[in-house]
């Protein structure tokens, strides 16, 4: 188990040489850092994806600004059909990908027949996409996304080094309303299980990289349960991006999970543990996307795993919470970018 420090007051990312910021290393329960990255042509990463899930379907949006490219894209997961519809869009030189500071910052995109809106207010964020073209068929989409009053939300930064560092910030568990048009069909997103999760990223970046994520939303006999599963690119770094978060309150894991999976075959459930026993999981995927790329610069292969996690973890203060088919995803993320 590494000691962690959690910070509570407003940071700078960077020095004003561009180099890592050694106090903005750390957590905390509510965005404090300014992401004022600077230089470092081709090795800035910045991204904002959002996920919103239901027991029944998945809709995703990102819009990335990777320095020499823009990387948009968007899909829809139907986990009964079995089925993933995605579309991606490469804007060279990441043209009108501007991303902010601030995790609060709004983000506009327009080109080519797509829009896409991602707004801040007073008690959530509006998003709203629309493509002419997704896959053969127009596609608009609509959430309103509602952050709680005093949500704990996960953010960390993690400190390969001074020149190569990560700020994200994960925040899940977050109640969504909305509705995704696809063609002739509409997706209705509503109900109590019905949650929209972020993952926020600014970051000088390796050329190579591997990394696990793990995320789930959902109530659970009568608590919203969120968990934040993280591997490989943290290891060793003295700071991990694994929370679990039990209505609204974070609880922080300050030790590397371990993650067993199949390799050959995706499909065989994984197993995420913690080595004190915190967190105990088991996750049984029932859909796979693979998102693979070769352009230029991006060489990248993800295996998103839709599924339940089963098991138990632990909360801060000791209680033992069992988990029972929880919604969420697994993946295996291999790039050189």
């Known amino acids: ?5 959690e910070l509570t007051e407003a940071v700078d990312l960077c020095l004003e040489n561009g180099r890592l910021n050694q106090a903005a290393v750390g957590w905390s329960r509510q965005p404090v850092h300014r ?12 991204w904002n994806y959002w996920a919103i899930t239901t027991e029944t379907h998945l809709f995703s949006v990102t819009v990335s600004n990777l ?10 997961a139907d986990f009964d059909d079995k089925t993933v519809n995605e579309v991606t869009k490469i804007v060279p030189l990441g043209r009108g990908c501007t991303l902010p500071e601030m995790v609060d910052g709004d983000v506009h995109f327009a080109d080519g027949g797509w829009t896409i809106e ?9 998003l709203d996409v629309n493509i002419a073209d997704f896959d053969g068929v127009p596609l608009t989409a609509h959430f309103d996304v509602t952050i709680p009053a005093d949500h704990d939300t ?36 509503t109900g109590e299980q019905s949650f929209a999760c972020l ?13 696990n994520w793990g995320s789930a939303s959902g109530k659970q006999n009568g608590r919203i349960i969120g968990l934040n599963l993280g591997g490989q690119w943290t ?15 974070l609880t922080k894991i300050s030790e590397d999970l371990q993650w067993r999976y199949d390799k050959t075959d995706f499909m065989v459930p994984w197993r995420i543990t913690a080595p004190s026993g915190q967190i105990d999981l088991t996750f049984t995927p029932f859909l796979e996307r693979i998102a693979a790329s070769d352009l230029w610069l991006i060489q990248s292969e993800v295996h998103q795993m839709f599924g339940h996690y089963n098991g138990c973890i632990f909360t801060k203060d000791g209680e033992e919470i069992e988990i029972h088919n929880l919604v969420g995803w697994a993946e295996d993320h291999v790039a050189k970018w």
């Open 1 to 5: 188990m590494v000691v962690e420090q």
């Open 35 to 46: 992401c004022n990255l600077r230089g470092r042509w081709l090795r800035k990463k910045q």
């Open 67 to 76: 320095d020499y490219s823009g990387v948009i894209f968007v899909y829809v």
């Open 118 to 126: 991602m707004v801040h207010s007073n008690t959530g964020i509006a």
């Open 154 to 189: 996960l953010n960390v930064v993690i400190p390969w080094n001074e020149k190569t560092f990560q700020f994200t910030s994960k925040q899940n568990t977050l109640p969504a309303e909305g509705v995704v048009q696809m063609g002739k069909a509409t997706i209705p997103f």
């Open 199 to 211: 993952d926020l990223g600014r970051g000088i970046w390796p050329r190579d990289c591997v990394w």
């Open 235 to 249: 290891d060793g770094t003295g700071m991990t991006e694994n929370g679990i978060c039990v209505n609204g309150r």
